[in-house]
């Protein structure tokens, strides 16, 4: 059995990394895969600092790529070796960006995710994780589309698929939920989506015209 920790997101937001961290010690997690968008404001060199120490896998992301020169050229070959795509137990995870990954992207829900339904099968993953829209997601896939899943806790049934967005660990938007991020038990077949506590310092942000994803 296999708890895996899954943050996203984090644009430079080492605190919201660090209480992540904490909690999902507490939780008896195993293993950490980052899914991108790990550079921004606060401590972009810490927070790639942290990826490199503490993940097994790490994706990257659109602003990791955007907002590379804020770090210092050693790092910058660290970020530049993450993977598009991480294929790992029964789950296959992505940033999120359409321009990372033509299939894994935010835009499959416009199809009721058929093609990454396929995608899946195609390479024997269960689960798809994302980040990229900072909102926190799931749904259940069958041949017959997509339902959205309201709990934060889910639990696998018999042979469906499962899509989940982990939102984003380190930069809250209005309206798209609390940071979080999500843990993956390969053995009770479920993810949760944990939620960060509200003292947790954000960091210092760009005005919310300024914000993009």
């Keep these: ?33 980052c899914l991108g968008d790990v ?4 401590d972009p060199a810490g927070c790639v600092e942290w990826v490199r120490a503490t993940t097994d896998h790490a994706i990257i992301g659109n602003r ?38 033509r299939v894994l992207s935010s835009a499959a829900e416009r199809d009721g995710f058929q093609r990454a339904r396929k995608y899946m099968l195609e390479r024997g993953a269960r ?13 259940e896939l069958s041949e017959n589309g997509a339902r959205a899943l309201v709990a934060k806790h889910v639990h696998f049934d018999g042979d469906l698929l499962y899509v989940v967005n982990v939102g984003t660990t380190g930069l809250r938007l209005p309206g798209r939920g609390p940071a979080a991020f999500v843990l993956y038990d390969d053995k009770a077949d479920s993810v949760e ?9 954000m960091g210092r942000q760009a005005p919310r015209s300024a914000v993009r994803v």
């Excluded at 899954?6 to 195993?30: C, K, P």
């Excluded at 550079?39 to 606060?42: A, N, S, T």
């Excluded at 590379?68 to 940033?95: C, G, M, T, Y």
């Design 39 to 42: 550079i921004g404001r606060g």
């Design 64 to 101: 990791d790529l955007d907002y590379i020169d804020r770090i210092e050229p050693k790092l910058q070959s660290v970020v530049r070796s993450w993977a598009n795509e991480v294929r790992a137990a029964e789950f296959i995870a992505s940033h999120g960006e359409p321009r990372l990954h």
């Design 193 to 201: 989506h944990v939620m960060l506590g509200p003292t947790v310092k």
């Design 127 to 139: 689960v798809w994780f994302f980040g990229h829209t900072h909102r926190s997601r799931a749904w």
């Design 1 to 33: 059995m296999t708890r895996w920790a899954f943050v996203s997101d984090i644009h430079g937001n080492l605190n919201a990394l660090e209480q992540a961290e904490r909690i999902a010690g507490g939780r008896g997690v195993d293993r950490f895969i």
